[in-house]
């Protein structure tokens, strides 16, 4: 496996991560178990899944122009 495979797993990996932990921060936040810091938390989250997919993507196309697999 290629560095390049492992770091787009670990992109991939995060990204998910970071969804699962901004569903359960909205759950919390419904379930009246939490004040306004939970959808502060998710909103981070929201971003952060954002950017990191845009960031997997720019990965993806900089190294097929390069040629790396």
């Given at each position: 496996?290629?560095?390049r495979s492992i770091h787009i797993i670990f992109i991939a990996a995060s990204?998910?991560?970071t969804v699962i932990v901004m569903v359960w921060s909205l759950m919390m936040f419904s379930n009246g178990?939490?004040?306004?810091?939970y959808i502060v938390f998710a909103v981070g989250c929201l971003v952060s899944?954002?950017?990191?997919t845009?960031?997997?993507l720019k990965f993806v196309r900089k190294t097929k122009e390069l040629?790396?697999?």
């Open positions: 496996m290629s560095l990204i998910i991560m178990r939490g004040g306004a810091g899944a954002v950017l990191m845009l960031y997997a040629g790396i697999k």
